[in-house]
Nanobody, 124 residues
Framework: QVQLVESGGGMVQAGGSLRLSCAAS??????MGWFRQAPGKEREFVAA????????DYADSVEGRFTISRDNAKNTVYLQMNNLKPEDTAIYYC???????????????????WGQGTQVTVSS
């Protein structure tokens, strides 16, 4: 499995921005995703990106505010988060899909490698 390490989390006021990074060990040509889990809630899909970076998908709750991107030369996936809301507070995880599929997946079980998570806290 690909080893993934997230970074870039922190605390920000509502309306602020953060950029999360996910560094992969070695090369990866996997479809990649970001998920988040808030206290007392299920892990939920945030965004996904196709292996070549040309197709993206976003949860309705973050569409227009978050941007997922990747730099395969640097083995890194990013999540730019703008106009953050208190509801965005969660631990954010990046993940590498088990298989390349025609469509990116919103299902966590289809991702085989996960980072340790990075905390994002948005104050009101």
């Amino acid at each position: 499995q690909v080893q993934l390490v997230e970074s870039g989390g922190g605390m920000v006021q509502a309306g602020g921005s953060l950029r999360l990074s996910c560094a992969a060990s070695g090369r990866t040509f996997s479809n990649m995703g970001w998920f988040r889990q808030a206290p007392g809630k299920e892990r939920e899909f945030v965004a996904a990106i196709y292996w070549n970076g040309r197709t993206t998908d976003y949860a309705d709750s973050v569409e227009g505010r978050f941007t997922i991107s990747r730099d395969n030369a640097k083995n890194t996936v990013y999540l730019q988060m703008n106009n953050l809301k208190p509801e965005d507070t969660a631990i954010y995880y990046c993940a590498a899909a088990r298989q390349i599929t025609i469509r990116t997946s919103r299902i966590s079980d289809e991702y085989g490698s996960w980072g340790q998570g990075t905390q994002v806290t948005v104050s009101s």
